[in-house]
């Protein structure tokens, strides 16, 4: 039996950032559809609280973001990614302003208003556009009205994409589209188009202790992996340093752009510690400020550090940091008169699925822009506030390459099937327990520092996991907790095949029986394709 079809020129998978900036360039002239598995505006892009990197200040140039950018890479940056993401910035964050986004401004002493830049780790230069410590929410605000005006763009909320459609178009294996759950009818969907872009996010969720939302569970890597993409540097998983630590406070980002302006990261006792490990303290990069902060809690038995912003001008920090200074009022703590108490948790996704500078992946008729993606922007460790900016450059580029696909032949895709599935309600219970077991598994061998004794068995338990996953799903009917599940042990097994086959320290990857960088043997990409890694 065929499945119900709907046709478009273009697919795009997510609501974020980079997939209403592709469907924002494309949709001018053709038919674009773009699903999301919730509400259009939940996003990782909407929580991003820090800001744009971009070059837009009369004293800083290009080569000084690209240096940045490329030192805190670890030498694993693409250089050609780095140069088009630092070049074309400026013009997307201009696009966004277009479009009516609201950055924060200061006024001149002469009267003119621009631009409030600020700074943060491992930043030469105050290039930081943001809107106040929401800019994510911001940018997804601008897009979502953009796209209002547009008659061939449809947002449907609600769908989860179970799996890439693959088909033969003149003999080419190729993406063809997208098979989806409606998660309202219980429903299998079929969405052809003669590109797909995953704007998927990232998969913090793999983790028990992320700063990222609920719906960060690795979808999109998981599907393109599946259906026959490389996938590449998945042993990079960035810890943001400084996430709230509050017994009746979930994981909450305190941004970079709080040290930026000052903040001292001390131990419980007051002292400083982040000079002792890096020459620019506090404004170090983002993984050596984690693993600052991991020694400082096992050396001290303490389970989190502090981060102090005490010194500052307490109607400053409430007007530069309105979210955070009221998410902690919440939870009881005045950030103008205690210190923040935070720990490092799970926060971004350096590598993906391999693309080109155009945002193509090796598996024709994909395309893939965002967290999802493996740029080579980020290398080892990406620099702060590049990710915003790379999913607006990458997205519009995805956009512009895309464009120039054939459409598909009639009929292409009357063979694809409906999903795997039983015939029994999901069991909630038994997908929390598996769940969780996955999570405890990834905090406790696949952290900040590894060891490859911890990986092996890491993967050993992995593989169980994934055994008691694939019998939920052969027994219970379609269910999105399931369908994200079976894609979160994928994922896992992706960042741990990866970790074991780097055998040095770099970046974001710290493994203690290998822990010089190795720049001879190991400068270059993980790479993983049908089981193989490259």
Same mark, same amino acid.
């Given at each position: 039996?065929?499945?119900?079809?709907?046709?478009?020129?273009?697919?795009?998978?997510?609501?974020?950032?980079?997939?209403?900036?592709?469907?924002?360039?494309?949709?001018?002239?053709?038919?674009?559809?773009?699903?999301?598995?919730?509400?259009?505006?939940?996003? /990782?892009?909407?929580?991003?609280?820090?800001?744009?990197?971009?070059?837009? #200040?009369?004293?800083?140039?290009?080569?000084?973001?690209?240096?940045?950018?490329?030192? #805190?890479?670890?030498?694993?940056?693409?250089?050609?990614?780095?140069?088009? @993401?630092?070049?074309?910035?400026?013009?997307?964050?201009?696009?966004?302003?277009?479009?009516?986004?609201?950055?924060?401004?200061?006024?001149?002493?002469?009267?003119?208003?621009?631009?409030?830049?600020?700074?943060?780790?491992?930043?030469?230069?105050?290039?930081?556009?943001?809107?106040?410590?929401?800019?994510?929410?911001?940018?997804?605000?601008?897009? @979502?009205?953009?796209?209002?005006?547009?008659?061939?763009?449809?947002?449907?909320?609600?769908?989860?994409?179970?799996?890439?459609?693959?088909?033969?178009?003149?003999?080419?294996?190729?993406?063809?589209?997208?098979?989806?759950?409606?998660?309202?009818?219980?429903?299998?969907?079929?969405?052809?188009?003669?590109?797909?872009?995953?704007?998927?996010?990232?998969?913090?969720?793999?983790?028990?202790?992320?700063?990222?939302?609920?719906?960060?569970?690795?979808?999109?890597? &998981?599907?393109?992996?599946?259906?026959?993409?490389?996938?590449? /540097?998945?042993?990079?998983?960035?810890?943001?340093?400084?996430?709230?630590?509050?017994?009746?406070?979930?994981?909450?980002?305190?941004?970079?752009?709080?040290?930026?302006?000052?903040?001292?990261?001390?131990?419980?006792?007051?002292?400083?510690?982040?000079?002792?490990?890096?020459?620019?303290?506090?404004?170090?990069?983002?993984?050596?400020?984690?693993?600052?902060?991991?020694?400082?809690? @096992?050396?001290?038995?303490?389970?989190?550090?502090?981060?102090?912003?005490?010194?500052?001008? #307490?109607?400053?920090?409430?007007?530069?940091?309105?979210?955070?200074?009221?998410?902690?009022?919440?939870?009881?703590?005045?950030?103008?008169?205690?210190?923040?108490?935070?720990?490092?948790? &799970?926060?971004?996704?350096?590598?993906?699925?391999?693309?080109?500078?155009?945002?193509?992946?090796?598996?024709?008729?994909?395309?893939? &822009?965002?967290?999802? #993606?493996?740029?080579?922007?980020?290398?080892?460790?990406?620099?702060?506030?590049?990710?915003?900016?790379?999913?607006?450059?990458?997205?519009?580029?995805?956009?512009?390459?895309?464009?120039?696909?054939?459409? @598909?032949?009639?009929?292409?895709?009357?063979?694809?099937?409906?999903?795997?599935?039983?015939?029994?309600?999901?069991?909630?219970?038994?997908?929390?327990?598996?769940?969780?077991?996955?999570?405890?598994?990834?905090?406790?061998?696949?952290?900040?520092?590894?060891?490859?004794?911890?990986?092996?068995?890491?993967?050993?338990?992995?593989?169980?996991?994934?055994?008691?996953?694939?019998?939920?799903?052969?027994?219970?009917?379609?269910?999105?907790?399931?369908?994200?599940?079976? /894609?979160?042990?994928?994922?896992?097994?992706?960042?741990?095949?990866?970790?074991?086959?780097?055998?040095?320290?770099?970046?974001?990857?710290? /493994?203690?029986?290998?822990?010089?960088?190795?720049?001879?043997?190991?400068?270059?990409?993980?790479?993983?394709?049908?089981?193989?890694?490259?």
């Amino acid at each position: 039996m065929m499945l119900p079809t709907t046709d478009a020129d273009f697919l795009v998978i997510g609501s974020g950032v980079a997939g209403l900036t592709y469907a924002l360039h494309v949709a001018k002239d053709y038919r674009v559809v773009v699903l999301t598995k919730k509400d259009r505006a939940e996003s /990782n892009s909407n929580y991003a609280q820090g800001g744009i990197a971009g070059v837009v #200040a009369p004293d800083d140039e290009f080569a000084l973001h690209e240096k940045d950018t490329l030192t #805190a890479g670890a030498g694993l940056c693409h250089e050609d990614a780095v140069h088009v @993401l630092v070049t074309e910035g400026p013009d997307r964050i201009r696009d966004l302003i277009a479009l009516g986004a609201r950055f924060s401004t200061v006024r001149t002493p002469d009267g003119r208003e621009v631009l409030e830049l600020g700074r943060e780790g491992g930043h030469s230069r105050n290039r930081i556009v943001h809107a106040v410590d929401r800019t994510g929410w911001e940018c997804e605000r601008t897009l @979502l009205a953009a796209t209002r005006t547009l008659k061939n763009l449809r947002i449907l909320e609600h769908y989860f994409v179970v799996d890439l459609a693959i088909g033969d178009v003149a003999g080419v294996r190729r993406c063809i589209g997208a098979v989806a759950l409606d998660a309202r009818s219980g429903e299998f969907h079929l969405f052809r188009a003669r590109s797909v872009l995953l704007a998927t996010g990232g998969c913090g969720q793999v983790y028990r202790h992320t700063t990222n939302p609920a719906i960060a569970t690795g979808d999109g890597v &998981a599907m393109a992996y599946r259906a026959g993409a490389s996938i590449a /540097n998945m042993e990079f998983i960035q810890f943001h340093p400084t996430a709230l630590y509050h017994p009746r406070g979930r994981s909450f980002l305190i941004s970079e752009a709080v040290r930026g302006e000052g903040g001292i990261l001390r131990t419980r006792d007051g002292t400083p510690f982040m000079t002792g490990y890096h020459p620019l303290a506090d404004l170090a990069p983002r993984d050596i400020v984690a693993r600052a902060i991991h020694t400082e809690r @096992l050396k001290r038995g303490e389970p989190c550090v502090f981060l102090d912003i005490t010194h500052l001008d #307490a109607e400053f920090v409430k007007r530069r940091f309105p979210t955070i200074y009221q998410r902690c009022m919440e939870l009881g703590l005045d950030i103008t008169r205690e210190w923040i108490p935070v720990v490092p948790a &799970a926060h971004y996704q350096c590598g993906g699925v391999r693309t080109d500078l155009w945002a193509a992946t090796d598996l024709p008729g994909l395309y893939a &822009a965002g967290e999802v #993606a493996c740029t080579g922007v980020h290398g080892a460790n990406r620099l702060a506030s590049n990710s915003l900016l790379e999913a607006m450059v990458f997205g519009y580029r995805a956009g512009q390459k895309a464009a120039q696909e054939d459409a @598909l032949p009639p009929g292409t895709g009357h063979d694809v099937a409906v999903p795997p599935h039983g015939p029994h309600r999901c069991q909630m219970d038994a997908i929390e327990k598996t769940r969780s077991r996955l999570q405890s598994v990834m905090d406790e061998y696949v952290g900040i520092v590894r060891t490859t004794d911890g990986l092996n068995t890491a993967l050993a338990e992995i593989h169980e996991v994934r055994r008691d996953a694939e019998s939920l799903l052969a027994h219970s009917e379609p269910c999105v907790d399931l369908y994200e599940l079976r /894609n979160m042990v994928e994922v896992a097994a992706l960042i741990v095949q990866c970790a074991l086959a780097r055998r040095e320290s770099r970046g974001l990857h710290y /493994n203690t029986d290998y822990p010089a960088t190795d720049d001879v043997h190991w400068r270059h990409d993980t790479v993983v394709k049908a089981g193989i890694v490259q």
